[in-house]
């Protein structure tokens, strides 16, 4: 059997040359995982994989092709590569398609902690023991506990090795663990409620206790119970840790490369503007170490760094990958993300909101009324003219406190008003995803429900 | 490449090209019951696929990617182990089966053999004379080029456009303990636009697109592709005079056609059978009761030929079939796949679909409709003395164990004293699966089933599926607009 290796990449991309390309660039991915879940304290499933794909990108001058196989024999590969050349010299030639700079590859790829040397995949029996503790303690959290979705530990391990035919060459290693509960709570007229919890971490002894993430989960479904529709209006919306990263997220995907030079994005034209509250700082950092975004490289082969996306309101950087960056006629921002099947796009590496001095308790407890949103739903979210309006869940604040639990209502507004209007923003930021926040309040949405 | 004898007879592309046998597969499935189980099977897939796509009035992307894998399930009482491999060989097959049966108890005494012979028959629902993978590259970046040109020219307002085609093909290969054996070829194709609208104002994006398990000539017949063209370009422009939607409960009048993803989420989910068998959906232990109008009638179709949605056979080698899911207002049926039939002592109704090798099959939609009614659609709208007429729709989104949903309107105009008046901006529409549906009170003569984009996106797996419905009138749902 066929291994992936460097040497497999360098072979790849002499039988490029071969075939006609001016330049190319390989990419592999192997990877392994095992999952396994548990349900209302029985196995119920185990899942076990092993995959590696090859992904090529072609030149022809200024035109281009991008391919993946799984076939990595290379009787097989040498015809696929011919088919990619001959692809890519039917595609239209791009003034601004090519390899990046040589000069940006950097010489030195660091080491980032991103696998895990104690612990590789986690076998069968010790994933269902951790998946087991978690469902159990949600279970037992309380008798309103009567259902379940499971609970499921995942491990994974990949090897990125990644090669073009400027002489940049270089490969590493990461690791994922991740363990997620769904108890299901049930009140005495039969409605029902999920709650979900998880804990994830490339490193698997920094994992959260189990017991401990049954036990939120738990409660996250209890709260949900009761839940009632409030009336239209208007009224301040505190988002908790996940809510308001997802607002990153959209804040990261307006600010990127592809959709700024479309023209699709409601941040076209704001570099060095003000587009949030002042008191609004959002760093983007591929180096973290350990870090669940964080890579030693990006997909264009460039040194990824630590940046400010928005410092003190002002938007001070757009997210680029070479090819937008060359269309914007900017530099690259070390965010090119790369599927081994499609060409570059951009994304960012680890996104946070740099925290501010309050509690939760304290954001919560200066809304005499309104919203902390726990749960939204559905994609209403317009990259394009900011416009926002998703399903939202959560509890109502009654002279700061959370009153009663709140559901089938929206949350509307628009991304630019939305951001410009974050009152107070928390101290509890806690990374469990590429994409963090802490607590944030904004002034004033529209809530439309009864 | 897959050569023409093999399409006609997937089955053998598969022993052929990685040399399998139908001795090595009677051994790996033995291997897999090896403990205490109640089934086994092995998925094989092979999937070609091209795309190529248009920016700044240039062809300027192409790619093309190849995969390849077999996925071991193994099935006891509610439990399932799955292995896979894109190695598919003998050795790393018999590895996955020992993966997967660790799901099993340890048997006690011998299971019989499996022995592989009887073929499942298929519907014949997509067999293409030619695939779109085989149109020259030149003919199809042609046509892209003639849409940049096309939406350019509709108005002065148009400043970019966005237009992709991309076509597959997957062969799949079902082999389970029972000695069944099921194959299939699935094309499926895709042409989108998108445009994006500016004034001095602001901008605006229009969407359309279409397609299904078709050939290349289904886009130009009729011209198919200036109708996509000319709705996301209008889309984009019609949005740019767009006012703000307005907030809270109202009278929503859906258009025909893809709104049907109304019944995607705010029933179908909560109708597949792993959430009924569970009790964790809201519709669960509900069949018999009303859970719509009498005007009501919903159906889930994977026979309809050349749908996106359709398939010959399920991915566990079941024909698929329609299923009734609403009838006249009372549910009827749960969306199966083999095992969650099987522990709710039902019949497998085709549903277990996979987004591919790398994934255990599940219970998921195929084409989900609703059937016509007899009201004129302007009669509908013409009752409506206040409310919202929404045509397009962009995803939508369900929690099935309360059985709230939404659904997000990309083209939406207020009614007015029984006229469709000004355009609104999109806004999100949020419901509750069991209720919403009590408050149809007009559906429409004019069933339309989508123009065949729908991706539905359940669990980590993506799959292609369908949703159409006629014009139809709901007393109350709540639009999430911004303005009171």
Not at chain 1, 342 to 349: L, N
Not at chain 1, 418 to 438: C, H, N, Q, T, Y
Request: proline share 5%.
């Amino acid at each position: 059997m066929a291994q992936v290796d460097a040497a497999l990449a360098e072979w790849a991309l002499d039988e490029a040359r071969r075939s006609g390309a001016t330049a190319a660039e390989v990419l592999c991915v192997s990877a392994e995982s095992l999952a396994a879940g548990e349900r209302l304290g029985e196995v119920e499933k185990l899942k076990s994989s092993r995959e590696r794909r090859l992904g090529i990108r072609v030149f022809v001058g200024q035109s281009s092709a991008t391919a993946s196989t799984a076939e990595i024999e290379r009787d097989g590969l040498k015809d696929f590569i011919a088919h990619s050349v001959t692809l890519a010299r039917l595609t239209a030639a791009d003034p601004w398609a090519g390899l990046p700079d040589p000069a940006l590859h950097p010489a030195h790829v660091p080491d980032l902690d991103l696998a895990d040397r104690a612990q590789g995949i986690v076998d069968a029996d010790t994933a269902l023991k951790i998946a087991r503790t978690a469902e159990q303690a949600a279970l037992k959290a309380d008798p309103r506990i009567k259902n379940s979705e499971g609970a499921e530990f995942d491990s994974g391990r990949y090897q990125i090795m990644f090669a073009n035919s400027q002489g940049f060459a270089a490969e590493y290693a990461g690791t994922s663990f991740n363990l997620g509960v769904a108890p299901i709570a049930q009140d005495d007229q039969g409605a029902m409620q999920q709650g979900y919890w998880f804990t994830a971490n490339r490193h698997f002894s920094k994992l959260e206790d189990p017991a401990e993430v049954g036990a939120i989960a738990a409660q996250r479904a209890l709260r949900r119970l009761g839940s009632r529709k409030i009336k239209t209006m208007r009224a301040p919306i505190v988002f908790d840790p996940d809510m308001a990263a997802s607002l990153l997220r959209a804040l990261a995907g307006a600010a990127s490369g592809p959709s700024l030079y479309k023209g699709a994005s409601f941040l076209v034209g704001k570099l060095g503007e003000p587009i949030a509250s002042p008191n609004v700082t959002i760093c983007d950092d591929g180096t973290i170490v350990a870090g669940m975004g964080s890579k030693p490289f990006d997909g264009d082969g460039l040194a990824t760094n630590r940046k400010h996306l928005v410092d003190g309101g002002v938007l001070k950087t757009y997210l680029l990958d070479t090819y937008s960056a060359r269309k914007l006629k900017l530099e690259p921002t070390g965010n090119a993300a790369r599927s081994v099947g499609d060409s570059p796009t951009v994304s960012p590496t680890n996104l946070y909101l740099e925290p501010g001095s309050h509690s939760a308790e304290a954001i919560i407890g200066s809304v005499k009324r309104g919203l902390y949103v726990t749960e939204l739903i559905g994609f209403g979210v317009n990259g394009v003219t900011g416009d926002y309006s998703r399903g939202a869940g959560g509890m109502w604040i009654e002279d700061g406190e959370l009153a009663f639990p709140v559901q089938e209502i929206t949350i509307a507004g628009n991304l630019r008003e939305m951001f410009k209007s974050i009152e107070m923003i928390g101290s509890d930021l806690r990374w469990r995803s590429p994409v963090v926040s802490p607590t944030i309040k904004i002034a004033e949405m529209m809530i439309a429900g009864e | 490449m897959p050569m023409a004898n093999d399409l006609v007879q997937p089955e053998k592309f598969f022993l052929n090209r990685f040399g399998m046998n139908q001795g090595a597969l009677e051994q790996i499935l033995g291997s897999a019951l090896e403990r205490k189980a109640d089934y086994a099977d092995l998925f094989f897939e092979y999937r070609s696929a091209e795309g190529l796509g248009l920016e700044e009035s240039m062809v300027n992307h192409t790619s093309k990617a190849i995969s390849h894998g077999v996925g071991v399930r193994v099935c006891a009482d509610d439990r399932t182990g799955y292995a896979y491999s894109d190695e598919v060989t003998v050795d790393r097959m018999g590895i996955a089966a020992q993966a997967a049966r660790a799901i099993a108890d340890n048997r006690t005494g011998a299971h019989p053999a499996v022995q592989v012979g009887e073929q499942v028959r298929r519907h014949d629902l997509y067999e293409l004379e030619t695939s779109p993978l085989d149109v020259p590259l030149e003919e199809r970046a042609r046509l892209l080029r003639e849409i940049d040109a096309l939406a350019r020219g509709y108005d002065s307002r148009v400043r970019n456009v966005m237009a992709s085609f991309s076509a597959e093909r997957r062969i799949v290969m079902i082999v389970n303990s029972e000695g069944r054996i099921a194959a299939d070829v699935q094309p499926l194709c895709r042409l989108s636009v998108t445009v994006i609208a500016e004034d001095g104002k602001g901008r605006q994006v229009g969407t359309y697109g279409g397609g299904g398990r078709l050939e290349w000539r289904y886009f130009l017949e009729g011209e198919r592709w200036k109708e996509y063209t000319i709705k996301a370009a209008r889309q984009a422009i019609v949005n740019l005079d767009a006012v703000d939607a307005p907030a809270g409960e109202m009278i929503v009048v859906l258009g025909n056609g893809w709104p049907g993803i109304l019944l995607h989420e705010a029933i179908g989910h909560g109708l597949e059978g792993d959430f009924n068998r569970k009790g964790v959906s809201a519709f669960a232990g509900r069949i018999g009761q009303p859970v719509a109008s009498p005007l009501c009638t919903v159906v889930d179709d994977g026979t309809i030929a050349s749908r996106r949605g359709s398939l010959n056979v399920d991915d566990e080698g079941t024909p698929t079939t329609r299923t009734v899911l609403i009838e006249n207002g009372i549910l009827r049926g749960y969306l199966q796949d083999r095992t969650n039939a099987r522990l709710m002592k039902m019949t497998p109704t085709g549903n277990g679909r996979r987004e591919s090798f790398a994934h255990a099959p599940m219970p998921r939609m195929t084409n989900t409709f609703m059937l016509p009614g007899e009201t004129p659609p302007e009669d509908i709208i013409k009752a409506v003395k206040h409310g919202l007429y929404a045509v397009s729709f962009g995803g939508g989104q369900v929690d099935i164990t309360n059985g709230k949903f939404v659904f997000s309107a990309s083209e939406a105009y207020l009614i007015e004293d029984g006229e469709v008046t000004r355009p609104v901006k999109g806004a999100t529409l949020i419901g509750n699966g069991p209720d919403v549906m009590t408050r149809v009170s007009m559906v429409g003569n004019d069933l339309e089933l989508d123009p065949g984009v729908g991706t539905c996106g359940k669990d980590g797996q993506s799959v292609p599926v369908g949703v159409g419905l006629p014009t139809i009138r709901i007393d109350g749902i709540t639009v999430g607009g911004t303005r009171a």
